[in-house]
């Protein structure tokens, strides 16, 4: 499953591979995997806000 989160008002939120912080006006992160269990703790002590307005991304077939 695939979400789409922004940090908490001043938070800083890190991938755990990558260690980048999240950007403030969020991004889409994938709730299952190997790291599913790291987003879903930060989305569950309030670090991550699950927001319902995803990012327009492009689809390799073009379909939005």
Request: no cysteine; aromatic share 4%; charged share 40%.
């Amino acid at each position: 499953m695939i979400v789409f989160v922004k940090p908490k008002d001043g938070l800083i939120v890190r991938d755990p591979k990558t260690k980048v912080p999240i950007p403030v006006d969020g991004m889409n992160i994938a709730l299952s995997g190997k790291d599913g269990t790291y987003w879903r703790r930060r989305i569950k002590e309030g670090s991550l806000i699950v927001s319902p307005n995803k990012k327009d991304e492009k689809r390799k077939d073009g379909i939005k």
